[in-house]
């Protein structure tokens, strides 16, 4: 795999050069998680940062189909999830994230409904979970390229 294949799996700097010297894998999602779970919380806001907003439009090669659910939403369900994901930027520091693939646009809202009222503690291992799983998706569709 490439780096900027890496990158776009993941958007952690530190964890795509990790993975990129690792080649070739033995096994891959342990690696990954491996290499994740030993990152700093600063490169886990690094990948965050590189997602755009669950319902905000996107040209990244793989918002589209994850946050499929949100083509369907109505139009109630997408300006609450605008209005939550601003209030949660705005109490943690960094995006919504959750892995959305397979998610209806009401689901989602309803764990960002739930996940609003954690502790930041508590919030930013939440997500780096859910950045894992997102991460682990990425990298078998690329595997079967």
Excluded at 5 to 30: K, T, V, Y
Excluded at 74 to 80: C, D, G, K, L, M
Excluded at 122 to 132: D, L, S, T, V
């Amino acid at each position: 795999m490439t780096l900027a294949e890496l990158i776009s799996c993941c958007g952690s700097g530190a964890w795509a050069n990790a993975m990129f010297r690792r080649q070739p894998f033995a096994d891959i999602h342990r690696e990954a998680d491996e290499i994740w779970w030993s990152l700093a919380s600063e490169d886990w806001l690094e990948a965050f940062a590189a997602h755009p907003k669950i319902g905000q439009k996107s040209a990244a090669k793989w918002t589209a189909q994850e946050q499929s659910g949100m083509s369907q939403a109505a139009a109630s369900t997408a300006q609450e999830m605008a209005r939550l994901n601003v209030e949660y930027e705005n109490k943690f520091g960094f995006i919504f994230i959750v892995c959305a693939t397979g998610k209806s646009a009401d689901e989602m809202l309803s764990i960002l409904q739930t996940r609003i009222n954690n502790s930041r503690e508590e919030e930013i291992r939440i997500a780096a979970a859910e950045q894992a799983k997102i991460t682990h998706l990425r990298l078998d569709k690329l595997l079967k390229q």
